[in-house]
């Protein structure tokens, strides 16, 4: 065998999903910048749209998927190697849209699926997130799922235009605290599971920050950064997913935020982990490094 062949042979195709999302794009960011030998594709609905976005990744490579659409699976997964899987937050339908999903990925060939979950997914049954995990095992592929913490990017996408316009942030969550981890950590720590998948994996890794912090808090934590006073308000659930009705969210997103944001009230504080380190050798974002870094976006509207 030459070394070109022996090569060949230890080439991977990685398939990332929701590549033009939040978590994907960190993940195709770091998979594009660690990795040297392994063939990087991006699984979006408009290959368009994503060639743009990608524009500086000269060798990712585009193939549609749609998560809504199953005629598109088998030509997505084709020789696919390892699966990166996440579910878009509008999708909670977990037998009609990712038993099939996951059914064409296996009878495709996949073997290995990297999925992103949540924090404490394992220990509620009627969430989407341990759902999935569960019809990955019973179909017997092998995986790693990774469980992050509260995305510190709520502050600068789903929080934004209240933040922005009203200088407030209401939610059902009391004095509840949150574990805050950085997005960019969750993309660097998933892309060095996929990258030694074998090392890894049939195992589950939470992924989180340095802190617990109420929504009081940050909210104080904000305004100390960026000079402008943001407040914030707790609001009972019922009220708010009529809110979020109301501004247009569809249904199946309002519930999964309400419940994302009152549970915690009845939970305990969030464990913190040291997995990112682990993998990364780093520390992960504070909270007062990701909003100075984000300052801009929250202070623009207003200013
Ligand atoms: N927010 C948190 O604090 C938190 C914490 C832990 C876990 N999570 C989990 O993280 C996941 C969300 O990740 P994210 O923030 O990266 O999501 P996101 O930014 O909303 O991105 C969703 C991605 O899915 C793609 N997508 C949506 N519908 C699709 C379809 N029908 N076919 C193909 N692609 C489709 C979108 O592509 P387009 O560009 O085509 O729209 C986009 O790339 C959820 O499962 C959530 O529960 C969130």
Redo the contacts with the bound molecule.
Sequence with gaps: MTLDTLHKKEMKRILV??????????VIHYLSELNTEHKIIA????ID??EQ?FSSYPNLSFRR?????AD?FSAAFDAIDILFL??????SEIEKFFRPLLESAKANGIRDVVF????GAEKSKVI??NKIERLIQELGLNSIFV?????M??LT??LLPEIVERNTITLPSGKAK?NW?D?KN?GEATSKLILEFENYQNSSYVITGVENLNFKEVAELMTEVTGKKIKYRSVNPISFYFKKKKEGIQSGFAI?MTI?HFLPRFQSEPAISDNYKMLTAKNPTTLRAFITREKSKLINANS
């Design positions: 999903t929701g590549a033009t999302g939040n978590i994907g794009s960190e699984g979006v609905r408009s749209r994503a976005q998927f749609d998560f809504e659409n598109t996440l579910r878009p937050p509008h999708i992103l979950s949540v924090q989407p997130h469980r992050p913490s509260y995305f990017q709520n996408t789903t949150f981890i997005v969750i999964v994302l």
